[in-house]
């Protein structure tokens, strides 16, 4: 006869498990940025890919696990075909970003997300600006500084990181107005919602950005959509049941570092000394941003 866990072995376990599940949905997004270099598509197209094969994945979890949530009410739709199409533009300009620059520079531009959490936050609930927040603004800034070595209008690097920075804007507006959503739904219905959303913002779109694909990168999008985008936001959510919040937000600051070990290390692109000081400042902002106050549980 098997012995019987002891309960503290169980919660043990469910941490351990959690965490692991958690780094791997990591990597899996960091992993997601090689994705516009390996593709020579147009971004647009690229994330069309990207969000029908993500799409599909969901149906069949749903088809396999119907009772994942109440329905969305009428509003609720609005909301999500909404926030769909910021989805759209942000997973656009983070591919723009990165194939106008290098993986490393698209990164860490896109990870100013949870400072303009931070800077957005107390705008949206009309609360005056912490000068926490505004020290993480200058330290993101320096760092962003930092990364581009000419700022001229004409020059690739610049232009990546100001797409790379509108995506990780563009990601902290879609991060604030999904508090709203998760409060009755899933996080796997909002994922879901909001994929199929993307899908029809950018169906219109593709007549300008089409061009025809070969299998090795039909494969690649299959790739990025089944796992870099539903199993990796799956994984996330499960790890939100056992993790604290704020290990998952201190866990995601590890992206822009697994993406660029993964860029190194499978597409020789080693980071300039300027990438990676600018990138300790902008993930020293992240990590500062992050943090709960003494005060807060």
Not at 97 to 108: K, N, P
Not at 159 to 173: K, T
Request: glycine share 8%; net charge positive.
């Amino acid at each position: 006869m098997a012995a019987r866990r002891h309960p503290a072995s169980r919660l043990t376990y469910g941490y351990w498990s959690g965490l692991s599940a958690l780094h791997t949905a990591v990597l899996l997004f960091g992993l997601a940025g090689l994705f516009g270099k390996w593709i020579t598509a147009p971004p647009i197209l690229i994330v069309f890919g990207r969000v029908i094969v993500a799409t599909c994945a969901f149906a069949v979890l749903f088809w396999f696990r119907p009772r994942q949530g109440p329905r969305p009410a009428r509003g609720e739709r609005w909301w999500l075909l909404a926030c769909g199409a910021l989805l759209a533009f942000h997973w656009v300009a983070f591919f723009q970003s990165i194939q106008l620059s290098t993986v490393a520079v698209g990164l860490l531009a896109y990870s100013t997300a949870p400072v303009f959490v931070v800077m957005l936050e107390p705008l949206s609930f009309r609360e005056p600006l912490s000068y926490r927040a505004l020290l993480c603004a200058a330290l993101t800034v320096a760092g962003v500084a930092l990364i581009v070595p000419r700022w001229e209008a004409g020059d690739a690097l610049a232009r990546g990181v100001g797409w790379g920075v509108l995506a990780g804007l563009s990601f902290a507006v879609l991060s604030l107005l999904n508090r709203r959503l998760v409060r009755r739904l899933s996080s796997i219905q909002v994922a879901f919602y909001q994929d199929a959303a993307a899908l029809i913002v950018l169906a219109p779109l593709l007549p300008w950005a089409w061009q025809p694909l070969g299998a090795g990168e039909l494969a690649l999008l299959a790739v990025l959509g089944i796992f870099c985008t539903a199993l990796a936001h799956t994984l996330f959510i499960q790890a939100m049941t056992v993790i604290k919040a704020r290990m998952a937000s201190i866990t995601s600051a590890l992206e822009p570092v697994y993406g660029i070990a993964l860029a190194w290390l499978l597409l020789d692109e080693a980071p300039a000394a300027r990438t990676l000081l600018g990138g300790a400042l902008i993930l020293s902002a992240v990590l500062w941003a992050t943090e709960r106050p003494p005060s807060q549980p």
